[in-house]
């Protein structure tokens, strides 16, 4: 299917766009925060064509889709919009670590470009100041590194933007914030040459005086430029300021004082207190890290290197990304997830160019390992280790063993870059420094890279695969939407829940409904303003507006009964509810009522369509010949269901 295809069916199978609390993607994956996880449907997301992998981390939504997820993301933002929170149907309380890892991934996802694109500019500069082909006299080289080194100077406006996403508050403000923490004469920033990082590397300049405010002391003495970790709090801060501000102002006043009231007492809570606790957390935390290292270099880079892909797996590497700017900020360079990211890729992609040579039969995925290694080696992994290293198995073991490998050469040797790019072979550049004039370290990290490409491919070279998994698995992908066609069937019974005019799902006016995206079914343009119980079973889901009710039959057929289209703008007005969610509920029992003239009169449809969500378990047999039912009394269609589902 092509991009737009698959964007559609992702949406569907995810619950709706009503069920999206917050969407985005990094290099490799679409991520989701979903209103209600129980309405994703794994086990149909992982047999789309296109789709590498599907998993939640946390309460976060995951969906791989390699190389080509710019693309779908584009697709599905069209069909998305805007996602408010307040469209929630359910939102379950995410526990602390969870959390975490949401927030960070949601966080340094978005800014990710800007920060690899620079990065890999310095990068290139070093290696031309190394070749002799550019000096740092120049000019030229002066105007590149000032390009270059801008998105890390004012890192804190872009975590700012981001953050305030994350945490739903007003971006402009947040970004405001960042600018404060940056402005000169309130930071020391102007103590460091915005073109070198040669005197960044102490935390406190003692000899710049602290100014008073109402008699409270304001350290001006600490450098934020490059921070994260104190614009996250500060984000974090507004964001309750914010709401509480904006209930206690009156409506009248709130375009001239909110913002004003905001700013300000936000501004002083963090220039006391928040930002100095953010700047002194991050150097602790970037000296912890360093320390170990230190006194257990090669044991720690074996452990982290062995690990760091079932880290990428989980995404719980984002957590180490506020210590890697940190480090960056006070020392100049980073000695843990970069260096250990780049030998644990390299060890991705010789196991899967390995597999290219051991698989015989199966060109397509012979094909697939190829371009997947090829990846690999520019430092995305997610299509080598979703698409081909865990499928066979045994290749993600030897990238393992060979990441480890490599991983305590780095640690042996405090293997060092210098720039933020993404861990792969275009980052090599970035291993050099035109400062240090460290060039054995760039010899380290080719050293430690091809250690570990040498032995994961070697070792997969080596082993036994076992091609039938392969085809295996791709047969049960290809055929799990239809497994109950392959199985003894029962027949089910759906009552009509509506009264009215029995119509075609392709006659209603909304394309997922009548493009059958959401799933099968049929439509009632209703005569009369109840809805009914078509089945025995439980209330699963019920919109804030009451325009749509989701129920689960005891046999385990999940149905939709969405009330006009587009009735979600009046807000529930002319709906009325009679049960809860989780509800037990009888056929023919009362519960919805909806005002037929109300809706009309907003220029709505009341044609409400009746969808079995879960096809891949219920296929519908027959529908109702009759042109009119009564909610209750007439059957609107029969269904079959697989015995071994």
């Not at 090829?374 to 280790?385: C, H, K, N, V, Y």
């Amino acid at each position: 299917m092509d991009n737009q295809q698959l964007a559609q069916h992702i949406l569907a199978k995810i619950g709706g766009k009503k069920n999206i609390n917050q969407h985005w993607h990094c290099i490799t994956r679409l991520r989701f925060n979903l209103n209600d996880k129980r309405l994703a449907n794994l086990a149909e997301l992982s047999a789309l064509d296109g789709v590498m992998g599907v998993h939640f981390q946390g309460d976060q939504l995951q969906i791989i889709l390699g190389n080509k997820v710019s693309k779908v993301f584009n697709e599905l933002d069209k069909l998305v919009g805007d996602t408010h929170p307040s469209t929630a149907v359910h939102k379950p309380k995410q526990s602390m670590i969870n959390g975490i890892f949401d927030f960070l991934s949601g966080i340094f996802t978005p800014i990710l470009p800007a920060i690899v694109g620079t990065g890999l500019l310095k990068g290139i500069l070093s290696l031309l100041v190394v070749l002799n082909f550019l000096s740092t006299n120049d000019s030229t080289y002066n105007v590149l590194y000032g390009i270059s080194e801008a998105a890390f100077y004012f890192l804190p406006i872009l975590v700012a933007s981001s953050a305030a996403k994350k945490f739903k508050t007003h971006e402009y403000l947040a970004i405001t914030l960042a600018c404060i923490l940056l402005y000169p004469s309130l930071s020391a920033s102007l103590l460091i040459d915005s073109f070198t990082l040669s005197d960044a590397n102490t935390l406190v300049f003692p000899e710049r005086p602290s100014f008073n405010l109402f008699g409270l002391s304001i350290p001006n003495n600490i450098d934020y430029h490059a921070s994260v970790i104190p614009i996250i709090l500060s984000v974090w801060l507004l964001s309750y300021i914010n709401r509480f501000v904006e209930k206690v102002i009156p409506a009248l006043f709130k375009m001239i004082l909110t913002p004003i009231i905001v700013l300000v007492v936000t501004s002083i809570i963090m220039l006391i207190v928040i930002a100095p606790l953010g700047s002194y957390l991050g150097y602790y935390l970037s000296e912890g890290f360093k320390l170990l290292f230190d006194s257990a270099g090669p044991i720690a880079g074996l452990v982290m290197g062995g690990g760091m892909s079932l880290l990428v797996i989980t995404g719980m590497h984002y957590a180490i990304f506020p210590s890697t700017f940190e480090n960056f900020r006070q020392l100049g360079y980073d000695f843990m997830l970069l260096p250990i990211s780049i030998v644990s890729n390299l060890a991705q992609a010789g196991a899967t160019l390995a597999v290219t040579i051991k698989i015989k039969r199966n060109k397509a995925f012979k094909s697939l390992a190829f371009s997947s290694a090829i990846s690999a080696m520019l430092g995305i992994t997610e299509p080598a280790i979703y698409g081909v290293t865990t499928k066979l198995r045994k290749p993600f073991y030897c990238a393992l063993v060979a990441g480890a490998m490599g991983g305590a050469v780095v640690g042996f040797f405090a293997v060092k870059v210098y720039q933020f790019s993404l861990p792969g072979l275009t980052a090599l550049p970035t291993y050099i420094s035109t400062e240090v004039n460290d060039h054995a370290n760039l010899w380290y990290i080719i050293v430690a890279i091809s250690l570990s490409f040498i032995s994961a491919f070697l070792m997969t070279l080596c082993c036994q695969l076992d091609e039938n998994l392969v085809n295996s698995q791709n047969e049960s992908e290809k055929n799990i939407s239809n497994k109950s066609s392959s199985c003894p069937t029962a027949i089910l019974t759906l009552m009509a829940p509506i009264s009215g005019e029995v119509a075609p799902l392709a006659q209603v006016p909304d394309h997922t409904f009548a493009e059958k995206i959401m799933g099968d079914g049929i439509a009632i343009l209703p005569i009369e303003n109840q809805v009914l119980a078509p089945c025995n079973g439980y209330v699963s889901v019920i919109t804030p507006t009451q325009h749509a009710i989701g129920i689960i039959s005891d046999e385990g057929i999940e149905l939709l009964i969405h009330v006009g289209i587009d009735t979600v703008s009046l807000k529930g007005n002319g709906f009325k509810c009679f049960v809860e969610q989780g509800q037990r509920i009888s056929v023919g029992e009362l519960l919805l009522e909806f005002d037929i003239a109300l809706i009309e009169h907003a220029n709505l449809t009341t044609i409400t369509p009746i969808v079995i969500t879960n096809n891949d378990q219920f296929k519908i047999d027959h529908f109702t010949q009759a042109h009119h039912v009564k909610a209750g009394q007439d059957v609107l269609m029969n269904i079959n269901k697989s015995i071994n589902q």
